[in-house]
Nanobody
């Protein structure tokens, strides 16, 4: 069993920055795929960014050039640095983890975090 704990959400003005963290604990040694998804009110949950244990990354087109995902395998932690935030980035951000990277990308991972709210005021 793997537990994911997110932190770093909050309220920020448009153009500002936030950094999200997600720490994995438990049986996390076999976790290859990790990532972030987000869900705005009334909308489906969508992939924001994903990363493998080897550092391969993937981003949604809407965040390319503004967001950066990174990973510290020694700490079983991933980060999402969010710059140039826009009002449309407002959502609950969920950390995802799975042995399979593809399952993280597809939004069907074995493990989800509890979510952290990001609100961008315009």
């Amino acid at each position: 069993q793997v537990q994911l704990v997110e932190s770093g959400g909050g309220l920020v003005q448009a153009g500002g920055s936030l950094r999200l963290s997600c720490a994995a604990s438990g049986s996390s040694f076999s976790i290859n795929g990790m990532g972030w998804h987000r869900q705005a009110p009334g909308k489906q949950r969508d992939l924001v960014a994903s990363i493998t244990s080897g550092g391969h990354t993937n981003y949604a087109d809407s965040v390319k050039g503004r967001f950066t995902i990174s990973r510290d395998n020694a700490k079983n932690t991933i980060y999402l640095q969010m710059n140039s935030l826009k009002a449309e980035d407002t959502a609950v951000y969920y950390c995802a983890a799975d042995d399979s990277y593809d399952r993280v990308v597809l939004g069907v991972p074995d493990y989800w975090g509890q979510g952290t709210q990001v609100t961008v005021s315009s």
